[in-house]
């Protein structure tokens, strides 16, 4: 008997109850959006339509699914049966959803499932106390091709600069006695001198009306001069204006895009045209630990060694930190290690420093143009090259970096004559001046303790884990959830949504890993039952075999 299907008859609507899977990801996002501690601030102006945790329900399931635009989510609510479950039934418009996507709200609850994701992954023992660092570059929503750059802002503003030497000077050849009792004509006060220009404008005009039966008329003359020369300051004085403002927008960078200010060009993986074009994107920078994003932060900065020290300040006061924090050899530097254990007194550092694997070389050990190589007494600390030329210590000298970090070396000058008073040729360089060497003791203690911890074996083996951590998470993102691009501007709004495809790519990972965990507990109890069936089949087996035997020696 077939079911009497017919969608054109009259019917009653009835809602329909529905539950998700315990396994299903709705279920865990469902249940940590209700656990956040979040507070509506918000009184006064018309009522909300929709409750922000619904609509953040629904973001979050949409990410997961790699619908990142407003109106791919607003269809998911509308067709999904998970996404109408965890919105019950209601369906935003997709201007509801973009505005709470960039909201303050949006980012405070994401701050709070953070906390709640730390919390629910703690007590149920899913982290340890390693945590995995690495950072990765995702483009911004700017054109490729808006780069200011500030070298030549600087450049062109020089250049402004020499124009606005030229007219001043041009102005006050004629003009010399309208402006000898004037205010100082410059570069940063031109808006005075145009307004100068306007007022002698303004007099030659009622000179002119005064003489206009006058032909030709000189006062005509002058005026047309003043008025090229005020079009040109005015020009000048909005270039000027314009690099000022660019050079604000600049900061410590050395470029941004046209399009979103705080996009910075960096090199990325993905470069389809293989020319190493540079395109405006952020520097993305997470903290893992058994493949979940225990917190992140986005930098202007290309590299990530300036990146370690603010993001471990921010694991700080988040108390994300544990026991071991491990990065790659690119987080390698004197000032990230000297922060390290000058003020992180409860955690190790696992970081390798960029020349680690080639100074085990033998070709590098063999080098006798490295000055650790070298014969080194430290009772009278000096060196001897290969050549024998002794380097006796001479002072103390700090270098300064452009980023106002400090190096403390140790400067060994050569003995220039033996001990009979002559000269030692290879005492002197190319030029014939005398050698010097600088060594840097305090980067040379931070190597050899790296060294030790990286090659023990709890560290070899923490080490070992952060391919298999921290790389997964970027590869989800990116290849199985396509979020290679933001689909907003600025900082503030790219760091909310950046949050919400985090958040969302761990609860798919808890999701999975929960199921997987009663998956195998089904198979552990079901193996348990096969395992008592078998024992008791053989043990039937063989008394029924040695029964058999007794009787026939008994026959």
Not at 430 to 438: A, F
């Amino acid at each position: 008997m077939f079911n009497n299907y017919n969608i054109n008859q009259t019917s009653l609507n009835m809602a329909i109850e529905f539950i998700p899977e315990k396994d299903h990801e709705a279920y865990y996002i469902n249940e940590l959006v209700e656990s956040i501690e979040f507070h509506d601030s918000y009184e006064t102006g018309r009522p909300r339509e929709y409750d922000l945790r619904a609509v953040l329900k629904l973001v979050l399931f949409s990410y997961l699914r790699g619908r990142y635009t407003c109106r791919q989510i607003e269809r998911e609510a509308r067709e999904n049966i998970y996404a109408r479950w965890l919105t019950q039934e209601h369906v935003p418009s997709y201007r509801t959803i973009a505005r709470f996507i960039v909201s303050d709200e949006a980012m405070e609850m994401i701050q709070s499932s953070f906390e709640s994701m730390r919390s629910f992954l703690v007590e149920h023992n899913l982290i340890d106390d390693c945590v995995f660092i690495d950072g990765t570059k995702i483009l911004a929503n700017a054109n490729k091709y808006s780069f200011v750059w500030k070298k030549k802002i600087i450049h062109y503003d020089d250049l402004n600069r020499e124009k606005a030497e030229v007219i001043l000077n041009e102005i006050k050849e004629v003009e010399t006695t309208a402006f000898s009792e004037s205010l100082p004509m410059d570069y940063d006060n031109l808006d005075l001198t145009i307004a100068k220009l306007e007022e002698r404008i303004e007099q030659l005009d009622l000179k002119v009306e005064e003489t206009k039966k006058i032909s030709p008329n000189p006062a005509k003359r002058v005026r047309r001069i003043m008025k090229s020369k005020l079009n040109k300051t005015k020009h000048i004085s909005e270039k000027h204006d314009k690099y000022s403002e660019d050079m604000k927008i600049f900061g410590e960078r050395n470029s941004f895009s046209k399009t979103d200010h705080d996009a910075t060009f960096m090199r990325v993986k993905e470069d389809p045209m293989q020319n190493g074009q540079l395109k405006p994107g952020y520097n993305l920078q997470i903290a893992t630990s058994n493949q979940f994003t225990l917190d992140y932060d986005l930098f202007w900065n290309p590299t990530d060694t300036r990146t370690l020290i603010p993001f471990l300040k921010t694991l700080e006061t988040h108390r994300v930190l544990g026991r071991f924090i491990v990065a790659d050899a690119g987080y390698g530097s004197e000032s990230n290690y000297r922060y390290i254990e000058d003020e992180l007194l409860d955690q190790t550092s696992l970081i390798p420093y960029g020349t680690m694997l080639k100074e085990n070389s033998r070709k590098w050990k063999s080098d006798e143009k490295k000055v650790l190589n070298w014969d080194y007494h430290d009772i009278d600390d000096y060196y001897i090259d290969p050549n024998g030329v002794r380097f006796n210590f001479l002072r103390v000298t700090i270098r300064t970096d452009k980023y106002k970090f400090k190096r403390q070396f140790r400067c060994y000058k050569a003995e220039s004559k033996d001990e009979n008073q002559e000269i030692i040729d290879a005492a002197f360089n190319k030029s014939g001046g005398v050698r010097y060497i600088y060594i840097n003791s305090e980067w040379e203690y931070f190597k050899a303790h790296e060294r030790e911890k990286l090659y023990g074996k709890v560290g070899a083996k923490i080490y070992a884990q952060r391919k298999i951590d921290v790389e997964p998470v970027f590869g989800h993102l990116k290849a199985y959830l396509h979020f290679t691009r933001f689909t907003v501007r600025g900082t503030d709004k790219v760091k909310s949504q950046m949050g919400l495809a985090l958040m969302a790519m761990n609860m798919g990972k808890l999701a999975k890993r929960m199921a997987f965990s009663l998956k195998n507990k089904r198979t552990r109890t079901g193996n348990l039952r096969i395992s008592k069936f078998w024992s008791y089949f053989l043990w039937s087996f063989v008394t029924s075999s040695l029964f058999i035997k007794a009787v026939h020696r008994g026959l």
